[in-house]
C-alpha cells in the first residue's frame, strides 16, 4: 500500500504571496493532519481533517487554512507569506474507520520544505 | 494544554551498546497515547513505538522498548544493539484519548538528536 504522498516536494516563493500544500493519504484512511517543523518552534499542530470537516485546529493565524476533498486528499493554504512560515510542513493520516480516533496511528508523509524569501 | 520534554538535545552511542532517550508529559488526562517517531535525515517521520497509557506492561518493538512510568509521567525509550541506521532525530509525542477534544491532535517534545559511533 503506497504511504502519504506530499506535493510539491520543494517550495520557493516570496513574502507576501500565497501558496497551496497537497496531500494525499494511505488508501482507506480519513484523517489527514497537518504540522509545522521548524528549527526554532519545533512541531507544532496545524490541524486535522475528517470526513471534510475540519476536528481540530492549532494556535495559527488565519492565514493558515485547509480543507479536505471526499476522496480525503488534504491541501492546505498559507496567504500573504511571512519569512517566519518558511518550514517544513508535514501530513500525516490515520485509518479512523468510526470516527473516534481511537487507537489510531498516524502515518506520516515525507513532507513539504517552503522557503519563503 | 499538554506539554512534553525531552531533556537530552543530543546523545552518542557506540555501534552495538544501548542508548536510553528521556521523555516527561505533563497532563491532568487520565486516558491518553504516547508515542515515539524517528525522523531520519530524510525528514520521514516513522513510527518507533507506541504506548497505551491504560496498559501497564511497557511496549516493546525488536530492539526497541519504552519505560512508561505514568504516575511520574515518564516514558523513556531504549535503543539496544545500536545500529548505524538508528542516527536521527526522536521524537517523544502524547496523543489524547479524548478525541471530541483533541481529534487526532499530536503534541510533540523538542527531540532528541542520536549519534551511533561505528
Redesign the interface.
Known amino acids: 500500500k503506497a504511504g502519504v504522498t506530499q506535493t510539491p516536494r520543494y517550495l520557493i516563493k516570496t513574502r507576501g504571496q500565497q501558496v497551496t500544500l497537497s496531500c494525499s493519504p494511505i488508501s482507506g484512511h480519513r ?1 489527514v ?1 497537518w ?1 509545522q517543523q521548524t528549527p526554532g518552534q ?4 496545524l490541524f ?1 481533517y ?1 470526513s471534510e470537516t475540519q ?2 485546529k ?1 494556535n495559527f493565524p488565519g492565514r493558515f487554512s485547509g480543507r479536505q476533498f471526499s476522496n480525503s486528499r488534504s491541501e492546505m493554504n498559507v496567504s500573504t507569506l511571512e519569512l517566519g512560515d518558511s518550514a ?1 510542513y ?1 501530513c ?1 493520516s ?1 485509518l ?1 474507520s468510526q470516527g ?12 513539504t ?1 517552503l522557503l519563503v524569501l | 494544554a499538554q506539554t512534553v520534554t525531552q531533556s537530552q538535545p543530543e546523545m552518542s552511542v557506540q555501534e552495538a551498546e544501548t542508548v536510553t532517550l528521556s521523555c516527561t508529559y505533563d497532563t491532568s488526562e487520565s486516558d491518553y ?1 504516547l ?1 515515539w ?1 524517528k525522523q531520519p535525515p ?6 518507533v513505538i ?1 504506548q ?1 497509557a491504560y496498559k501497564q506492561q511497557n511496549a516493546t518493538e525488536n530492539r526497541f522498548s519504552v519505560n512508561f512510568q505514568k504516575a511520574a509521567k515518564s516514558f523513556s525509550l531504549k535503543i539496544s544493539d545500536s545500529q548505524l541506521g538508528d542516527a536521527a532525530m526522536y ?1 517523544c509525542a502524547y496523543r489524547s ?1 479524548v ?1 471530541k477534544a ?10 532528541t538528536r542520536v549519534l551511533v559511533k561505528p
Open positions: 484523517s493532519s504540522y519545533g512541531l507544532q499542530f486535522e475528517f476536528r481540530n492549532g517544513l508535514l500525516a490515520s479512523d473516534s480516533g481511537y487507537q489510531e496511528t498516524q502515518y506520516f508523509g515525507p513532507g520544505r | 497515547y508515542f517517531y530524510s525528514r520521514q517521520m516513522i513510527l507506541r497505551e521524537f484519548a478525541i483533541a481529534g487526532n491532535k499530536l503534541t510533540f517534545g523538542g527531540g
